[in-house]
């Protein structure tokens, strides 16, 4: 026995069993501070095996995370877009109260707007972390060169597509859905997978702080062959109500990506997108394994807070649309799981209240014993997993443009626009979100309690940086785009929509 398993056994003989007292006693150790494995991946909705959104999903490593740790099943992002809800989350602000709305280039923002936060890896490395970083932590970026200890330089090997395997649209390097004939370690997430082994082969002097941001199942979604070939039967389509829209106001509509899905049905093309949706899911399941494993067989396995999220959802074809950037389930949903491995829990531990990523910032401080800044908003976490049955009050909130919010609790959804128009769904027997249930004057009280959620004040909108303002809310509310093409999409359509 090496004095790693001896030390392993002697606190498991400790114990005595109790997963509260397990918990206490080895956080009371103090000695050693838990280490953070901080994995993102990139526009991964809920179509995994832990989260049941596809039934053929294979995703077999994130799956055991889930197994093992605690699964949020009804967790959401603080905006459906990469930039603001990675915003959100790593500076632990709600747009509503950075205005940080839309997309940055997060170089350009004013410097006196970032000033006021800190970033959770800057705040481990403020408290003694070594922080490493690979892939896509920020969007657009590899963030701020004051919060990493190192920073993975990515290899910049082109990627050969084989489209007849799949669909692209055109010569589109990002609209493509197809396999592709690299070597694996040719692709990026492979790297940045790689780089997060190497770091936990390390000795490490102090705690550290290790994010891994996979970028699959972002567009393009290309992959090796193998992860295709996992995907190789019929794809079942996703549940789709045709006239879904109708009973949605114009903001609402102006959410929807009409023009992708109008192309793909266009090319009879949805099937092998979804094919590829899920073949890249596998591959960044692949990938996140390999780090998983690489943390089992280290020093670090039982000392380590694992945390694992998608920035959002995604659309498949649900609501005539495709991508994120809407306020229904499918862009808000996200996967979110919490491992405490300093914490014997017993296995399927599952949580279904509403949380939020805005909650990581806080919860990851409490669990590694760092003080949180006063600012920092969301709820701390970490009592759910001492008991995932725990109710909360406060609902799950996302923001998509300035005046356009959704309010998230167990059971219900309530959204409204910039214009005051609403949407009310109830998820006891609506989870697609098909009914809009807010014209109804029964659910006048119901929409109330959920409204007093709504953010009282909303930050100005940040002008500095502003890279993508596609959305229709109170900065930019003209809806003409909107309806003109709702009447293009609408010629296509028998009988046509309202
Ligand atoms: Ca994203
Ligand atoms: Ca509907």
């Given at each position: 026995?090496?004095r ?5 056994r002697?606190v498991?003989v400790g114990?005595?069993?109790s997963?509260l ?6 956080v ?7 280490n ?9 909705n809920?179509w ?14 994130m799956d ?7 699964n ?12 603001p ?9 709600e747009?509503?109260n950075s205005?940080l ?7 350009d923002i ?6 006021k ?21 920020h ?40 396999p ?7 692709h990026?997430d ?7 082994v ?7 002097d ?8 996979i970028v ?11 992860f295709?070939d ?5 794809i079942e389509?996703?549940?789709?109500k ?21 192309k793909?049905?266009?090319?009879e093309a949805?099937?092998k997108v ?7 899911i596998?591959w960044?399941?692949?990938n ?5 494993d ?7 396995a ?8 998608s ?5 498949l074809?649900?609501?005539r649309?495709f ?5 229904w389930?499918?862009?808000c949903?996200v996967p ?18 509403a949380v ?14 760092v ?7 969301g ?13 909360r009050?406060?609902?799950a909130?996302?923001?998509w443009g ?9 059971n219900?959804r309530?959204?409204r ?40 004040k ?6 500095q ?17 909107t ?10 359509i028998?009988p046509?929509?309202?």
């Open positions: 026995m090496d790693r398993d001896f030390l392993k002697c498991a114990v005595g069993g997963v007292s397990n918990r206490a006693l080895k009371d150790i103090g000695s050693k501070r838990p953070v494995l901080f994995i993102a991946i990139d526009d991964m809920d995994t095996g832990f989260l049941g959104g596809h039934p053929q999903a294979k995703t077999p490593n055991r995370l889930a197994e093992k740790g605690l949020f099943r009804n967790a959401h992002c603080s905006a459906p877009g990469c930039s809800s990675r915003n959100a989350l790593l500076f632990g602000v747009p509503f205005g709305y839309p997309f940055y280039t997060t170089k004013d410097p006196d707007v970032l000033a936060y800190t970033t959770l890896p800057q705040l481990f490395m403020q408290n003694g972390y070594n922080t490493f970083g690979a892939g896509k932590i969007h657009g970026s590899s963030g701020f060169p004051a919060e990493w200890t190192d920073y993975h330089v990515k290899n910049g090997a082109t990627l050969v597509y084989n489209p007849d395997a799949g669909y692209q649209q055109g010569t589109s390097r990002k609209m493509a859905f197809c592709t004939t690299n070597p694996f370690e040719d990026p492979h790297q940045v997978a790689s780089y997060g190497d770091i936990l082969s390390r000795d490490h102090k705690p550290f702080f290790l994010a891994v941001g699959k199942p972002h567009l393009a979604f290309v992959c090796p062959q193998q295709f996992m995907h190789s039967g019929p389509p996703p549940s789709i045709a006239d879904d829209l109708v009973d949605i106001s114009w903001p609402g509509r102006g959410n929807a990506r009409l023009n992708d899905d109008l793909f049905r266009g090319d949805w099937e979804r094919r590829a949706y899920l073949a890249c596998s960044a399941d692949y996140v394994g390999r780090v998983l690489a943390l089992e067989a280290s020093d670090y039982d000392n380590t807070i694992i945390v694992l999220w920035d959002h959802g995604y659309h074809g649900e609501k649309s991508r994120k950037f809407s306020l389930e499918e862009a949903r979110f799981i919490i491992r405490d491995t300093r914490q014997r829990a017993p296995k399927g531990r599952a949580s279904d209240e939020s990523l805005i909650d990581i910032y806080r919860t990851l401080t409490t669990l590694a014993g003080e949180c800044p006063d600012y920092v908003d709820v701390d976490l970490s009592a759910w997993l001492d008991d995932p049955g725990r109710k009050e406060k609902p909130m996302t923001s300035r005046g356009n919010y959704t309010v998230r609790t167990r219900w309530y959204t626009y910039f214009d005051g128009s609403e949407e009310l769904y109830d998820h006891r027997n609506d989870g697609q979100e098909w009914t809009n249930l807010a014209a109804s004057p029964e659910y006048d009280g119901q929409k109330q309690a959920l409204a007093k959620w709504l953010p009282e909303e930050a100005p909108l940040e002008l940086g502003k890279a993508l303002h596609s959305v229709v809310d109170a900065d930019q509310p003209d809806l003409a785009g309806k003109a093409l709702w009447d293009k999409v609408n010629a296509t028998e046509p929509l309202d």
